[in-house]
């Protein structure tokens, strides 16, 4: 299987799975195409909370904390790292 597929396989694992309580995504989309990327942040959108609806957002940094706090918090610090992240995906 290439990336990608590997990717998917984890992400369809994680979103089938009821009790899942903690989705750890590190570019899950990085190895396919613009459509499939699309679709996968629908998907995620509908049937997983986004990670604005979460209690708190940890930002690793080369393995080191960098930011935990709320999204809220987060975001109306325009130094934060997660506030950059907002802003360059468009959700800022």
């Known amino acids: 299987m290439s990336l990608g597929q590997h990717q998917l396989m984890s992400l369809a694992r994680a979103m089938l799975a009821k009790n899942t309580r903690v989705l750890c995504l590190d570019e899950v ?4 195409d613009i459509e499939t990327d699309n679709a996968i942040q629908q998907a995620l959108r509908r049937e997983i909370n986004t990670i604005m609806d979460s209690d708190q957002i940890l930002v690793l940094d080369n393995g080191e904390m960098k930011e935990f706090e709320s999204p809220a918090k987060l975001l109306a610090d325009p130094t934060s790292i997660f506030h950059s992240l907002a802003k360059e995906s468009g959700n800022l």
């Open 29 to 32: 989309t990085a190895a396919i």
